[in-house]
């Protein structure tokens, strides 16, 4: 199955970490990361075209996972035994990294959850790395291959 990740905002030098994940995890499955640049952090009006733009994209029986500090949190044996669930369950699996101003309500009202990477909030850049990397370690802990641990 096809994992797609969607960053709202642009990954710069985090790209080129970003994309090695990306490598990394095709060996489980094929995951499509596209970074849809945000209109304009000043202007507040732009998160709704953002988000009309993710919305636009999505199927009907898209499962829309929002990153979000708030959202329920996992450890990772955890958010593993979950991402596993939900790929035997659920249409695709879309992850919804937020900009700098977040997301717009009506794409908060479209995810079927929120999941928290911790407490702290951070840049979109780091959320999509820390994103990738459990998604690399949940397969890896689901196929019993030695990771770092
Ligand atoms: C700079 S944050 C935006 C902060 C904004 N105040 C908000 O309410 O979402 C950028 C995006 O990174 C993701 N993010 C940041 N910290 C996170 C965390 N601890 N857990 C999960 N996602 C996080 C979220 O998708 C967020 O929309």
Known sequence: MRIDVFVLGKLKDFAQIANEYVKMLSQFHEVKLLELGHENIEDTSSLKRDSAKV???????????????HGKDFDSISFAHHISELIMTRGKLVFLVGGPLGVDDSLKKRANERISLSKLTLTHRIATIVLLEQLFRSFKILSNQKYHY
């Open 55 to 69: 919305l636009r994209m999505l199927r009907d029986d898209d499962h829309l996972i929002l990153l979000d500090e």
